[in-house]
Every structure is written in structure tokens, then in C-alpha cells.
């Protein structure tokens, strides 16, 4: 139900008012409170915090018009207006439309004009209320998805082991403020080393809580000393437990020995490392297989274990390097990964993800596809290299 202030000193606009009062009772919906001076208007402006709209006259000695609301000082209504005038100057009704009038009306007032002059202004005004609602729920929801993502990539690791013969550098992209690849590396004991690359079924807010959830869970379970196989079982098991409906993630998780330079891990559904070697070819890391976890309890998982030497380089990605798409639908392809990372083998992790990253980026610039990209890379350094 509006409520309409009326500030003017004819008697007239408050007669079409009284007269509509009296045919069935549709005044009912409205309310009306009066102000004959600036005065009573800026009393009542100042006081009641109801008004929905308010008609005022522009062409009266006693009332200021438009430049009335000027004179509210720290009063704040937002309220629409409506120019009320007993002449037909376009100049005046212009001015007052500059000034914030919504609409206006030309006395001697016609009962239907009124009303539907208030109803057609009321309703504008609330739908203008209701899309600024919208607009600031809609500012804060992002501001919220913003820390969130920023939160999101500080709790991956940016510094990683590079003393001795070892080098190691990961990144991720996400496709958009939150994403569901991670990756991770953490110290198990002295010289054992836990590595994990993971990617959650679906992209956003969903992917992005159950990545960190995930990852929490692997980092738990890998520190009470479980093999990776294990870990990964007891990881799916867990997530199985929490029974979140269509939600799974591919891990690839190995513990790096780096006395023996062993690298012992498991697979759960993720796209096979490629391992390089100073001689330049490439191989996938086969064996260690298992599926995608979170999709039914009790599985197992298989564990592999593969030698590294002076020189190799190891390369983890997610699917979103691989299936990365141009405009013809082409993927990148594990090929072009395998002859990127042949080409590079010599720089360092550091600087290979990044030349990996510019590929995928200059393959997929016009192509439909975009998902997270994440790469983690090991490199044994060259004896020649070594400290």
C-alpha cells in the first residue's frame, strides 16, 4: 500500500483525492498525508520514514517545488516525485524533470489520471528498489567468491623443495574465481616427500569446497604414514562417507624417496605423469591404477614405483592442458604435451610450466573450451648441476 505525500496549498488536489475516496473503496490501497508549506512537508519528510511517494507543486508562492528536497540536509529520502501544476508550461514541467520529478500531473486533476500517475510511478519505483537489491546482493555474493578464491589459492603451496639435486614448481589456473584442480607438496619424514595433483568433477564454488576438503583428507591421511595406495583408498572411503552426490576427484599421489630417488604412487583416475629423460624421450607413468575417488566405497588401489635419474623431469597436469580446445575442436592433446615438455626438458620446473602454460594458451586462444590448468614438475638435476 503507497503512501503518497501531498505538498501544496490548492485545495483542489486534495478534493480529486477525497473524491476517488468515496467509488468502491479502492482508496483503501492508498494512503495520503498532507503538507500545505514547505514547513509541514519538511516536518513530515523528516519524521516519517513510510512515504512512498510524494506529489509536489512547482508553480505555488507557499511551496518550493522541486528544490524543496534540497532543503532536507541529512535527511536522506529517496523517494520518487511528482510535479503537480496548474499551467501548461513545458519549460516549467522540463525544469522539474531535470530537477528529479518522476512524472507530473496538469490540474484541474482528473481522478483516473491520479491514480494511475501514483500506481505507474509506485510501481516503477519499486521495481528500480528491487533490481538495486539484486545489484548489491549480487556485489557482496562476488566480493564473498573473491576472498574465497583468494583464500583458495593461498592455502596451495608457492615455495617448494629446491636444495640438493632437486627442483620442483607447481601452479594452477582456474577457468574462473574458484576452481577444482590442486595440487599439492608436503615433508613426510627427512628426505620423503609427498607430492598429489588432483582434479574435482565440475567447476565454481561446489568444485572449489570439495578440492579443499579433498586435499585436507590426503594431507591427514598421507601424514599418519599410510602408502599411497592406501591413502587413496582410505581418502575415497571417507569421501564415499560424506555421500555428496556427483561430485569425484581424479589423484595421482606419490611419496618421493629422495635418498634412493624413488618415486612410489598411486593413480586414482588422473591422467598419467609423463616422465622425460635427458635423453629426450618421453614415457607415461603406467601401473598404480585405481578409479576416481568419491564414487563408491571399499575399491582398491593399485601402487607403482618408478627410479629417477640425473636429469629426468617429471610432469603432472590436469585434463585442463590436455583437453585445452582451439576454434576447430582440436584438443592439445597429450602428444603436444609430450613434445612440449620434450623440447624443454632442459629448463628448469620453474620456467618449463610456464612455457607449458604459453602453449596450452596460444593452442586454445580462440578454441570454446576453458577449464583449470595445473601443472607440478620435478626435475633431478644433471650430476653436472648439482650443488
Known amino acids: 500500500m503507497p503512501k503518497t505525500l501531498v505538498v501544496d496549498d490548492d485545495p483542489r488536489t486534495a478534493e480529486a483525492v477525497c473524491d476517488r475516496a468515496g467509488v468502491d ?11 500545505a508549506t514547505d514547513t509541514e512537508a519538511l516536518r513530515i519528510m523528516a519524521d516519517d520514514a513510510d512515504l512512498d511517494v510524494a506529489m509536489v507543486a512547482i508553480d505555488s508562492d507557499r511551496i518550493g517545488g522541486m528544490g524543496l528536497f534540497r532543503r532536507l540536509g541529512s535527511v536522506r529520502l529517496r523517494i520518487p516525485r511528482i510535479a503537480l501544476t ?3 508550461d513545458l519549460s516549467g514541467i522540463r525544469r522539474a524533470i ?11 486533476i482528473l481522478a483516473e489520471d491520479l491514480w494511475a500517475t501514483i500506481d505507474r510511478v509506485h510501481r516503477a519505483t519499486q521495481e528500480r528498489r528491487r533490481v538495486w537489491r539484486t545489484e548489491a546482493e549480487l556485489a557482496a555474493l562476488r566480493r564473498e567468491v573473491d576472498i574465497a578464491g583468494e583464500i583458495q589459492r593461498r592455502i596451495l603451496p608457492t615455495r617448494f623443495p ?6 620442483m614448481f607447481a601452479r594452477t589456473v582456474p577457468a574462473a574465481e574458484m576452481g577444482g584442480d590442486f595440487y599439492d607438496v608436503f615433508e613426510l619424514a627427512p628426505g620423503r ?16 569446497f570439495f578440492m579443499a576438503v579433498a586435499r585436507t583428507l590426503i594431507r591427514a591421511t598421507a601424514g599418519d604414514g ?14 564415499c562417507g560424506h555421500n555428496i552426490p556427483g561430485m569425484f576427484v581424479s589423484v595421482f599421489y606419490g611419496v618421493l624417496d ?3 630417488w624413488r618415486l612410489t604412487y598411486s593413480n586414482g583416475g588422473h591422467p598419467p605423469p609423463l616422465l622425460a629423460d ?5 614415457r607415461p607413468l603406467l601401473g598404480g591404477h585405481g578409479v576416481v575417488l568419491g564414487v563408491r566405497a571399499g575399491l582398491p588401489y593399485a601402487e607403482a614405483t618408478v627410479a629417477l635419474a640425473p636429469g629426468d623431469v617429471l610432469c603432472c597436469v590436469t585434463d585442463g592442458v590436455t583437453e585445452a580446445s582451439d576454434n576447430e575442436r582440436e584438443q592439445f592433446s597429450e602428444d603436444r604435451l609430450a613434445d612440449c615438455l620434450a623440447a624443454n626438458r632442459e629448463q628448469s620446473p620453474e620456467t618449463l610450466a610456464a612455457t607449458l602454460f604459453a602453449a596450452v594458451e596460444a593452442f586454445a586462444r580462440d578454441g570454446p573450451h576453458r577449464d583449470d590448468v595445473t601443472r607440478l614438475m620435478l626435475k633431478r638435476r644433471p650430476a653436472a648441476e648439482g650443488p
Open 258 to 260: 629422495t635418498a634412493a
Open 193 to 208: 616427500l609427498g607430492l598429489a595433483i588432483a582434479d574435482v568433477s565440475g567447476k565454481g564454488v561446489p568444485a572449489a
Open 162 to 167: 629446491c636444495d640438493g639435486d632437486l627442483e
Open 278 to 282: 635427458r635423453g629426450g624421450s618421453v
Open 98 to 108: 531535470n530537477e528529479g520529478a518522476a512524472d507530473f500531473l496538469v490540474k484541474p
Open 226 to 239: 599410510a602408502a599411497p595406495a592406501q591413502c587413496l583408498a582410505r581418502v575415497n572411503d571417507l569421501l
Open 86 to 88: 496548474a499551467g501548461r
Open 25 to 35: 473503496g479502492e482508496v483503501a490501497d492508498h494512503r495520503f498525508v498532507y503538507a
